[in-house]
């Protein structure tokens, strides 16, 4: 070991933590009211959201019936599908296009074990 050294440790300096924190606290610091006016907005916020949501979800169950369900089997088509559930009255040709739409089918060819939703 040496008896002379010119090294200098890093660890013997006594370090201020005190002005070394104040200043980070400092810059970090945010006002009593400016926490204040962010819970309000939050809490406003949360409150609209709820409002409108609850009055949304009371108008759809009112007004949206179930709709009627057919599971293809084999050998049906489109066409038979919708001649025996079509509403009295409507154009078949309408009706199809009508579980096309609703079901996101984009050509008419259906296969055995589908579930087809059936529009009013």
């Not at 660890?11 to 400016?34: F, M, N, P, W």
């Not at 939050?42 to 949501?53: A, E, P």
């Not at 296009?97 to 259906?110: A, C, F, L, Q, T």
Request: a positive charge; glycine letters at 4%; hydrophobic letters at 40%.
């Amino acid at each position: 070991m040496l008896k002379y050294s010119t090294y200098k440790s890093i660890y013997t300096e006594s370090i201020q933590k005190s002005s070394i924190l104040s200043s980070e606290v400092q810059g970090s610091r945010i006002s009593k009211t400016a926490k204040r006016t962010m819970l309000v907005l939050v809490l406003l916020l949360l409150t609209c959201t709820g409002v409108v949501s609850a009055f949304a979800a009371s108008n759809d169950s009112v007004n949206k019936k179930p709709l009627e369900t057919v599971i293809v089997m084999p050998g049906d088509t489109l066409w038979e599908i919708a001649s025996e559930h079509k509403p009295q009255g409507k154009d078949i040709r309408r009706y199809i296009e009508s579980i096309k739409r609703v079901n996101g089918m984009h050509v008419s060819s259906i296969k055995a074990g589908e579930v087809l939703v059936l529009p009013k």
